[in-house]
């Protein structure tokens, strides 16, 4: 690999992170207190990205050729550290806001500067038998703080979608808010890549600068769409307009009720997406119990099978009367917002693709 293209390749991805960086602090947050931790992830990542960025094309400068030694494996171990760090605290914000708290990322933040003090300290202090020693044993440090993360997330990540599951009923719902998960799962891949680095091959280096710069760009686009999806995931976290049920253990399928949720099913009110079912039961005027208990009894399913259904079915009766409608219009009129999730729940319910079901209809 000739130094030219080492030096091109390393100055444009560090400048493309920060750039990336300064993308990500132009995003706009709403200031109120439901999103100040949010907030406060975007101004960590943003710091991050930017020092990431500007050390790199610092370090390029100084040492273009791009030569290898102990001290750029001690600053590279440190790095990951940080990043494992502020990635995870990251995702947790936007799945789980209320344990991550500025006195836990502090704490961390000072064991991982601990930890770097004693790593690079020893590349200048102690023989070099005693330093390899314990630099790898800060490998396996660093593999450690991998699976604990790992670990933290599965179960803040499993607590996320009861929650989402428990004040929707919805599976469109959950199964848009998938790229959450996407996230951590992308950066507990680069974070295992970014040990290849390690090997002080040049080319391994150039390669991985540019994944990270990939990866940086990816989680700001995450950022944006995570600002989009507040309304959306906060109530839920925070379970705000859940009515309390009336009478637990009680029998309530009373005739106010049935009537009460007749009305709605012919109003085709189940088509009214990213509503909450405590909503729909305060419009009604009914407790969630009788809600349940509604659909058990009388239509012999939960009410999230329900609901996924009889959109199938409008979305049947509309390409009926309107065959020239493209599909798009198709899903979004009968309560689907994610275009290849109505394909999937249409093949579910009626047995048959989208395609196939609108050639049947020209026959």
Avoid at 10 to 16: G, K
Avoid at 63 to 83: E, K, M, N, V
Avoid at 256 to 268: D, E, G, Y
Wanted: with cysteine; aromatic share 14%.
């Amino acid at each position: 690999m000739s130094d030219e293209l080492y030096f091109t390749v390393m100055l444009a991805a560090s400048s493309c992170m920060v750039a990336t960086g300064f993308i990500l602090a132009a995003v706009k947050t709403r200031y109120d207190e439901a999103r100040a931790k949010y907030r406060m992830a975007k101004t960590w990542m943003t710091t991050a990205v930017l020092v990431l960025g500007t050390l790199n094309i610092m370090q390029i400068s100084i040492d273009p050729d791009g030569d290898w030694d102990y001290l750029a494996g001690c600053i590279t171990l440190a790095i990951s550290y940080l990043q494992a760090m502020l990635l995870t605290m990251v995702v947790l914000v936007f799945i789980s806001p209320k344990v991550v708290t500025l006195r836990l990322v502090l704490s961390q933040l000072a064991v991982i500067t601990g930890m770097d003090v004693v790593l690079i300290g020893s590349l200048f202090l102690l023989p070099s038998r005693a330093f390899l020693y314990i630099y790898g044993l800060g490998i396996a440090v660093y593999i450690v703080m991998l699976v604990v993360y790992t670990h933290w997330y599965l179960r803040s990540y499993r607590q996320f979608r009861q929650l989402i599951a428990d004040y929707y009923e919805d599976e469109e719902i959950e199964h848009g808010l998938r790229w959450l998960s996407t996230i951590f799962w992308v950066g507990l891949a680069v974070g295992v890549l970014a040990m290849l680095m390690l090997y002080g091959r040049r080319d391994i280096d150039m390669c991985l600068t540019v994944v990270f710069a990939v990866f940086y760009a990816f989680l700001t686009a995450c950022f944006i769409n995570y600002e989009l999806s507040t309304p959306i995931i906060l109530p839920a976290l925070e379970k705000r307009d859940l009515p309390q049920s009336e009478s637990d253990g009680h029998q309530l399928t009373t005739e106010p009720a049935s009537i009460s949720l007749a009305t709605w099913i012919q109003q085709r009110g189940y088509l009214d997406t990213q509503k909450p079912v405590g909503a729909i039961v305060k419009e009604l005027g009914i407790t969630t119990d009788q809600f349940h208990q509604y659909f058990q009894k009388t239509e012999g399913e939960d009410f999230r099978t329900w609901r996924v259904r009889k959109r199938v079915e409008y979305a049947q009766e509309l390409m009926q009367e309107h065959p020239n409608w493209p599909v798009t219009r198709v899903a979004q009129d009968s309560g689907f917002n994610d275009r290849s999730w109505f394909y999937q729940q249409f093949l579910r319910f009626a047995h048959t693709s989208v395609s196939s079901y609108r050639s049947s209809l020209s026959k």
